[in-house]
């Protein structure tokens, strides 16, 4: 079963820690994507890349920087996590600019 | 803002009875897509349908497009309680832009 996997399902961490979320698709899918979400606020999108070595901001990358060495892996990095960054991100990945995504279960950070 | 707006925001039947939410949205589209998130985990896509199609069928979901109102519906037949999600649109290409989504609640 193809799928998209996000390292954990809950994560708590300490104002001022830099964090990694990573996320690891199995599908060969060109396009990955960080959400985050937060109720009211619908997903809004943090980061994305369309290859290897290729980033592009979405809405909201402040305080966010990512990182995709591999087609597989795209890595979210909050430099200096903050209680603002308390949410659900989601990471999802597509196999081209008409597909449509597949979502990992998602991260549940609480920074405290 | 491209992102869609489903309608309405909260959704409550019982089981057995037909579930409809709305779509609408801003732009031109080249597809409309629909997922389901259960809650607390990410979302599945359900169906897309093509800018240039008026219907489009998968098992119990049925989704109508009409580009010159720019709005969509979902319509899931005979609801169950597994159907109890939130139900979202999405338009864009390349990247995805997302509504706030609806709340089906199904009662046994």
């Known amino acids: 079963d193809v799928k998209v996997t996000q390292s954990s399902r809950y994560l708590v961490k300490r104002t001022g820690e830099k964090v990694f979320l990573e996320c690891v698709q199995d599908?060969?899918?060109?396009?990955m994507f960080w959400y985050r979400q937060d109720p009211g606020l619908g997903l809004r999108l943090i980061y994305f890349s369309y290859d290897v070595k290729m980033k592009e901001k979405g809405d909201i990358p402040e305080g966010y920087s990512v990182s995709r060495e591999k087609k597989e892996r795209f890595s979210l990095i909050l430099e200096s996590a903050s209680t603002n960054q308390t949410s659900m991100y989601l990471c999802?990945?597509?196999?081209?600019?008409?597909?449509?995504?597949?979502f990992g279960s998602g991260t549940r950070l609480t920074v405290v | 803002s491209q992102q869609g707006e489903e309608d309405p925001q909260a959704l409550s039947i019982q089981e057995g009875e037909n579930a409809t939410m709305n779509c609408s949205y801003k732009t031109s589209i080249n597809n409309l897509q629909w997922y389901r998130q259960n809650s607390g985990r990410g979302l599945v896509h359900l169906i897309l349908i093509r800018s240039n199609e008026r219907e489009k069928h998968s098992g119990r979901l049925r989704v109508t497009l009409d580009t010159s109102k720019k709005s969509s519906s979902l319509l899931i037949t005979a609801s169950r309680a597994a159907d109890t999600a939130s139900y979202f649109c999405?338009?864009?290409?390349?990247?995805?832009?997302f509504g706030r989504g609806t709340q089906l609640t199904v009662w046994p």
């Open positions: 599908m060969d899918h060109e396009n």
């Open positions: 999802a990945s597509s196999p081209g600019p008409s597909g449509g995504y597949t």
């Open positions: 999405a338009t864009g290409l390349g990247r995805l832009y």
